[in-house]
């Protein structure tokens, strides 16, 4: 039924921004006549929608920055490498952790542009912990050998394959250069679903339980993947028990000296170990048999019990993310700034509000508590033109963006390539209000979606003439 209903969910959006924008076109200004004796009087004239475009355009056209350059700096990083960035550090004086999403996994340019800002975070605001939307034990396990293997052997790693490209690969290589220096850059996960490669145990001291580990994480995946609920039922203690077994073994006396002599880059991997254990135990608990769940619908053709499991699958999972993340930053890392990367559903501030997702629920972004949100900054990617990848490396079209969607709006009164925008510190006037109503938007660069821009995000950052990556499959 979540199939079968995208064209009517694509007519309510269209309707809802039409009768938006017909909106937005009556806000008043005022003209001067005169009434029967001759005095002035003051009469609300409507503006129409082509003007209300133009005096947004040119509000946003003094407010805008247009950014130099995407592309990272390889090898050594010079004095002045990122004027054009030093808008950010005013708005970002007192923020702990800088979000950095992307409308979609599957650009190249995103890739470059947040290389980038990595690098100026940390090289120049003290931004020393990359959190990624990974595992958080692949991550936290490939940054143990980060400092003596090769770039692309720890992305890949400790990464999603969606960002295993050339594009990325120079910030691994940034990493790999900074674990020399005297402010390293570290690198953890946040998500919890089973990534390959899977835990195999080698940090373990006990040979047979580092094996049993193993199997068992081949089984979870597999059940994560299938449909048979009756056999994960009957097997889920065991599983359980297996990751509890695990547990116990690490915390034994011994255990931290040779993992510590296994992976010398990552001096807190005990503690993220631990966690990935207990992680897994929730995860056989309770994700699993969701997961399940939704598969089986799927197969059997019940689109609505799909879209209930789906659903419920992933606001388990971004609750368990945003457990992580306040995890890592008060348990781990409490005295280090953050940079989080992932899509820009799972940070946005509000993702329940957005009208045409297809995962209307409460995200990572939205869940996060108050008060870390203000010491947080959301910053948006997205693409106004050129080619975009799905997860399954198909290549779609930049749909053409609609006039007064927020693509639209920003690109043209920059007329630039790289554009940044601030949100967070305006107020609601004439010529900006089109952050603070719904406008159109395009998720993946393709799904029309609707959405208050200053509701979601603080920052945006817009990219034109898009491409794919250039991927780097294969597991060497």
């Known amino acids: 039924m979540i199939q079968m209903n995208k064209r009517k969910v694509a007519g309510v959006i269209a309707a809802t921004v039409l009768s938006t924008q017909l909106w937005a076109s009556a806000v008043p200004v005022y003209a001067q006549e005169t009434n029967p004796v001759g005095e ?57 952790i800088v979000f950095l999403g992307e409308s979609s996994h599957g650009v190249a340019e995103f890739n470059q542009a947040k290389t980038r800002l990595i690098q100026y975070l940390h090289e120049e605001m003290g931004y020393n912990v990359l959190a990624f939307e990974s595992g958080l034990n692949n ?25 295993w490209s050339k594009e990325i690969l120079p910030l691994f290589d940034y990493l ?3 674990q020399t220096s005297e ?16 835990m195999d145990g080698k940090w373990l001291t006990d040979a047979k339980q580092a094996e049993r580990l193993k199997q068992t994480e081949e089984k979870l995946a597999a059940y994560a993947g299938g449909t048979d609920l009756e056999a994960y039922q009957k097997d889920k203690n065991h599983l359980m028990g297996v990751y509890n077994g695990a547990l116990r073994i690490l915390k034994a006396k011994g255990t931290e000296e040779h993992i510590k002599a296994f992976y010398p880059s990552n001096p807190m991997l005990m503690k993220q170990l631990e966690r990935s254990l207990q992680d897994r135990i929730r995860v056989a608990d309770e994700y699993i048999e969701i997961s ?67 995962y209307p629920v409460k995200q990572m972004g939205e869940l996060l508590p108050e008060e870390w949100k203000k010491y947080s900054y959301v910053l948006g990617l997205y693409p106004v033109s050129g080619r975009t990848a799905d997860n399954t490396g198909a290549i779609h079209d930049v749909l053409p963006l609609e006039e007064g969607s927020i693509e639209s709006i920003v690109s043209k009164a920059s007329q630039s390539p790289y554009t940044f925008i601030d949100l967070k510190y305006r107020n609601n006037e004439r010529g900006n209000s089109w952050m603070f109503e719904p406008r159109y938007t395009y998720s993946w660069g393709r799904i029309p979606e609707s959405l208050v821009a200053r509701d979601q995000y603080d920052g945006l950052l817009l990219i034109d003439d898009v491409h794919p990556p250039q991927y780097m499959r294969g597991n060497k």
């Open 139 to 163: 991550a936290s396990i490939a940054y143990g050998n980060a400092g003596s293997q090769s770039a692309e052997r720890t992305m890949k790693d400790s990464i999603f394959g969606v960002w």
């Open 40 to 96: 002035a009087v003051s009469q609300q004239v409507a503006r129409t929608n082509q003007e209300t475009l133009a005096d947004w355009e040119a509000w946003t056209k003094d407010h805008v920055y247009r950014l130099e350059t995407i592309k990272p700096v390889e090898g050594k990083i010079e004095p002045g490498s990122f004027k054009d960035l030093e808008m950010l550090k005013p708005l970002l004086h007192d923020k702990r």
């Open 176 to 178: 790999k250069d900074t």
């Open 292 to 358: 399940i769940k939704s598969n089986r619908s799927l197969e059997e053709g019940d689109y609505a019990g799909y879209a209930e499991h789906l659903l419920k699958s992933m606001e388990w999972r971004d609750q368990a993310m945003l457990d992580n993340l306040i995890w890592l930053a008060t348990e781990v890392y409490p005295n280090e700034k953050f940079i989080v990367w992932g899509h820009n559903d799972h940070i946005q501030k509000a993702h329940s509000e957005v009208m045409g997702t297809y």
């Open 183 to 198: 402010n390293p850059l570290m690198l953890t996960g946040f998500d919890i679903q089973t990534q390959f490669p899977l």
